[in-house]
């Protein structure tokens, strides 16, 4: 703790100074090029300032690994459209609006989906202790589609789905919350956002650490944590490394709740600190703002001067750098972000078209206005439905700036993918919310007869645009990306022989202007002018020969369409309520939550749903009937809100206090109970079941074509799951060998469960090598986990949660203590030998 304190108040006060004096500059590039103005050619899309006003974005249950008991949970997960990540117990927690018991800003971290990257990671995360090829982690995965949170100082996230198809979906929704949040820095700020990150690069610099950095990563508090940690981290390490006792696992596990513990008291000083600092350059800017409109004039003359002083010193060294060691290498830099980057915004055209394609179809088919509104409702979200953006995302993964980064001090591509694909997204918005205003004006002037030609002109005329808007943000993303990758190589080859000079060029400037003329900025600038020339050719040569679909400099599209930039100013429309559309109907689920006396609901962009008519038994997440042609649903949804404890209001049947509810499940229980099990383990075996709230149903029916069918039900706490099986097609038998292909894993893991089963019958026997497994109880939590011999059948629907141990609120259940045992292991009882007749 003395430590983070120390070295945290270390940082903020360095950066504090730095961060003072590039306010200053920033608020004079602001008000200057609000004088003169400028800029670059105009958007011919529309832009809308909110579009997930109203929205959220995924909701459904997963497996987390809770650490504190190292046992598996379900738990209900709500993504809200700050793209945080939100855990509750149970779905009637989330829809009554009560706490999250977690909520994780994804910023910084990274989604992996194997354990094989995870042992990775974590394997170089202590020196001299890396496990061997085939060690497991200390997390028991209970299936094979794991979903991994990994963050190099924080505490990183298990989950697990029982399905692929669920594994590419969360996969998909938890890689947009990770882009999302780290895209914090806002670009509305003009003076705040700049003098930030110049004061972070320019600190960065003076460490003598140059180019991109991989942890530039959400809001400034936690980007100035990473800050502090990046040089914290490796002295804890070697402090508390060699200290570590115990197992390679539990070692492992100890440092991550440690580097855990500091990066949360890191980030708390951080964000108290910055709020501060930006409060106290806030209200110094009024005088200063009123100082630069005043004398203008005479601060830009002072720095022509002293740019000209500077640029006799700096240009003959930058331009034989530039010659020998830069420009040779513009070509390859270009070509290599040029080709990733154009096939994804490619693919975003493409996605666009076929889905107004659909959208055309549907309208011949029929369907009337509340179809209508239905599909322009799913049209409207397109941008920020991550599993249909997921393809232009791929395409951008393949950028690969391998044998440059060395070269030029790149850590790697991942700040100019992210970038790539916040460009992407922010295109597909503004060509759909385009699209909608030009389809909702001419069915207002034109009524809705001939639609499939309305949409196609709409159409023409909205890809046209893009086209051109997209070439523009390409050439500026690749001046850019240049620019990040050339000019910290050329500040650190001249800086050995440029640096000491800049002092003496301070006595050129007015004391009344030092504040907004620094020698550092102006050197840098200077620097950037020398090669910008070089650069603009490059990119210029390459829309000249249109291999990847660029305009020329030379086609201006500006005014070409004025009528259009006055729908901009029209708020976006409601389809569904425009043509009276039925919010509420079988294709979406809805909820509400009371806020103040009054309900609140919010559309869902992703909804998880069953594919072309095949039932998914497994399906742990939520879903909703599907719709023809669209295999992706939008849903309502509501967003949580804090406040209110989780225990109250349960009907009797959720309720295991129920004195009802007890009598009706130890009557169905008994009966199954006395056809399973010997009568010796028959009293263990209800006890274990009364502890994890479940219960076993047997019975007979007949079904509606006559045939008389065995029922198995299998209960929990909150729901109830059923399994009905036709005589002559299945048996006990056949269920557990159902039960056996959601479950099974290898034989020679005691803790695992093999069910074998015979036309005769099935057991379980204690010999794992004969296929056997051990019936398990948990011991004193009162809690069932997937490991459980019972909970089997992972359809647990959307309502399903477990019992925590404790309920803090947005708190999380305290780690435990680092001298207590971590890898307790759970008493098993007896094998219990199962015979079904």
Same mark, same amino acid.
């Given at each position: 703790?003395?430590?983070?304190s ?8 360095e950066f504090?100074?730095t961060y003072?004096?590039?306010?200053a ?13 400028g800029?670059?050619?105009q ?14 974005i995924f909701s459904?249950?997963?497996f987390?690994?809770?650490e ?10 709500s993504?809200?459209?700050?793209y945080?990540?939100r855990?509750?117990e ?9 706490h999250?018991?977690v909520t994780?800003n ?13 042992l990775?990671l974590?394997n =170089?995360?202590?020196p ?6 085939g060690?497991?982690p200390?997390i028991?995965?209970v299936t094979?589609f794991?979903l ?15 399905t692929?198809?669920?594994?590419k ?8 919350c990770?882009?999302h ?13 700049p003098?930030f ?5 320019l600190?960065r610099?003076?460490k003598?650490?140059?180019? =991109?950095?991989?942890?530039m990563?959400?809001?400034?508090p ?7 940690m990046?040089?914290?981290h ?6 508390i ?8 696992q539990q070692k ?6 440690i ?12 964000n ?14 009024v005088?200063?703002?009123?100082r630069?409109r =005043?004398?203008?004039?005479?601060i ?7 740019t000209?002083k500077?640029r ?6 930058a331009?034989?750098?530039l010659q ?13 972000l ?23 179809k ?21 941008a920020?439905h991550?599993?249909k ?6 395409k ?15 850590h790697?591509p ?9 460009l ?5 918005d503004?060509?759909?919310?385009t699209f909608?205003q ?13 639609m ?6 709409c ?11 997209s070439?523009?943000v390409?050439?500026k993303f690749?001046r850019e990306a240049?620019?990040q ?12 022989t440029?640096?000491?000079?800049l002092?003496?060029?301070k ?7 030092s504040?907004?003329l620094l ?14 020339k ?11 020969q249109r291999?990847h679909?660029?305009y020329?400099?030379s ?9 259009l ?9 409601e ?10 109907d ?20 992703v909804s998880?749903?069953?594919l ?5 038994p ?6 909703v009937p599907?719709?023809?042609l669209?295999?992706?649903e ?6 949580g809100?804090?406040?209110?404890k ?6 009797p049947c ?13 009557g ?5 109970l006395?056809?399973?099990?010997p009568?010796?383990?028959r ?5 274990s ?14 079904s509606?074509?006559g ?13 109830t799951v ?7 097609k299945?048996?006990?038998?056949a ?10 894993h ?14 005769e019958e099935?057991?379980?026997r204690?010999d ?5 497994a051990e019936?398990?109880t948990a ?5 069932s986990?997937?490991k459980?011999?019972?909970v =089997?059948d992972?359809?647990?629907g ?10 803090k609120?947005?708190?999380?259940v ?6 207590e ?5 759970e008493?098993?009882?007896s094998?219990?030998?199962v015979?079904l007749?």
């Open positions: 703790n003395c430590a983070s120390t070295r945290s108040r270390e940082v903020m006060q504090s100074s003072e004096q590039q306010y500059v920033a608020l004079f590039n602001s008000v200057r090029f609000e004088i003169e103005g800029g670059g050619p958007s011919q899309l529309l832009h809308r300032k909110d579009p997930l006003a109203g929205r959220s459904g249950s997963l987390q690994y809770l504190e008991n190292q046992k598996w949970r379900n738990r209900f997960v993504v809200p459209n700050s945080a990540i855990l509750y149970r779905k009637t927690a989330y829809d009554r609006g009560l999250p018991k994780i994804c910023a910084g971290y990274k989604v992996l989906t194997s354990m094989e990257e995870y990775e974590i =170089t995360s202590l001299g202790i890396k496990g061997k090829v060690n497991q200390f028991k995965r094979q794991p991994i949170l990994w963050h190099p100082y924080a505490r990183h996230r298990y989950f697990c789905v029982m692929e198809k669920e594994q979906k969360w996969h998909a929704v938890l890689q947009d990770v882009r949040n780290n895209n914090g820095i806002s670009e509305d700020l003009p003076v705040q956002t003098a990150t110049n004061a972070v690069r600190y610099q003076a003598g650490h140059y180019g =991109t950095w991989d942890m990563c959400g809001q400034p936690q980007i100035l944590a990473n800050l502090v990046e040089t914290l490796s002295d804890l390490r070697d402090m490394g060699p200290r570590l006792k115990g197992k390679m492992q596990r100890n440092w991550m709740l580097s855990d513990a500091v990066y949360r008291q890191v980030l708390c000083h951080t108290g600190r910055y709020k501060e600092l930006v409060e106290s350059c806030e209200v110094q800017r005088p200063l703002d009123a630069l =005043t004398d203008m004039d005479q830009v003359t002072s720095k022509e001067h002293v000209n500077i006799a010193l700096v240009s003959p060294k331009e034989q750098l020998t060691s830069v420009q040779p290498y513009i070509s390859s830099i270009l070509d290599a040029m080709e990733p980057t154009s096939r994804g915004f490619s693919e975003v055209r493409d996605i666009f078209f076929k889905e107004l394609v659909e959208l055309s549907n309208s011949l088919n029929g369907g009337g206005k509340e179809k209508l509104g239905d599909n322009m409702e799913k049209l409207s979200m397109l920020f991550p599993v953006m997921q393809s232009c995302y791929d951008v993964e393949e950028l690969n700036l391998e044998g440059l980064q060395q070269r030029f001090d790149v790697g991942s700040v100019f993918v992210s970038r790539v694909q916040i992407m997204r922010e295109q597909m503004n060509s759909v919310y909608e030009l389809f909702n004006q001419s069915l207002e002037s034109q009524g809705q007869e001939d499939c030609k309305t949409i196609q002109r159409q023409d005329r909205v890809l046209k645009k893009y086209d051109y808007d070439s523009t390409r050439k690749f240049l620019l990758i050339i000019i910290p190589y050329m500040l650190k080859q001249l800086s050995p440029c640096s000491p000079e002092p003496r060029f006595e050129l400037i007015f004391e009344d202007f504040k907004f020698v550092e900025n102006i050197y840098e600038e200077v620097v950037l002018q020398s090669v910008s070089d650069i603009m050719m490059a990119v210029k040569e390459a829309a000249v291999r679909n660029l020329r400099d086609i201006i599209l500006s005014n070409s369409d004025p009528n930039q006055l729908l901009g100013e029209t708020p976006s429309v389809w569904s309520t425009k043509f009276g559309g039925n919010e509420v079988g294709s979406v689920d809805v909820a509400e939550v009371k806020e103040g006396g009054s309900s609140r609901r919010r559309k869902q962009v998880m749903i069953q072309d008519g095949v039932p998914l497994y399906e742990s997440c939520l879903e599907g719709v023809e669209i295999p992706e939008d849903a309502e949804m509501t967003e809100k804090d406040g209110g989780d225990n109250e209001d349960l009907d959720d309720n295991p206090k129920s004195p009802d509810s007890v009598n009706e499940i130890r169905l229980i008994n009966p199954m006395e056809m399973v099990l009568a010796s383990e009293n263990q075996e209800e006890d079941l009364k502890r994890t709230g479940m219960e076993i149903r047997t019975g007979t029916v007949i509606e074509d045939l008389e069918e065995d029922i198995t039900h299998l209960t929990t706490k909150v729901e059923s399994r009905k099986s036709v005589r002559d299945s048996s006990p038998q269920i557990l060998q159902e039960l056996k292909g959601m479950r099974k290898e034989a020679d893991k005691p803790e695992e469960m093999v069910f074998e089963s015979t036309s099935t057991e379980v204690p794992a090598s004969e296929q056997t019936v398990s011991e004193s939590d009162g809690e986990s997937p459980s011999p019972l =089997t992972s359809s647990l959307s309502d399903s949660g477990f019992q925590s141990l404790t309920s609120g947005m708190d999380e305290d780690p435990l203590p680092l001298n045992s971590l890898d307790k292991e008493k098993i009882t094998p219990v030998k015979v007749v």
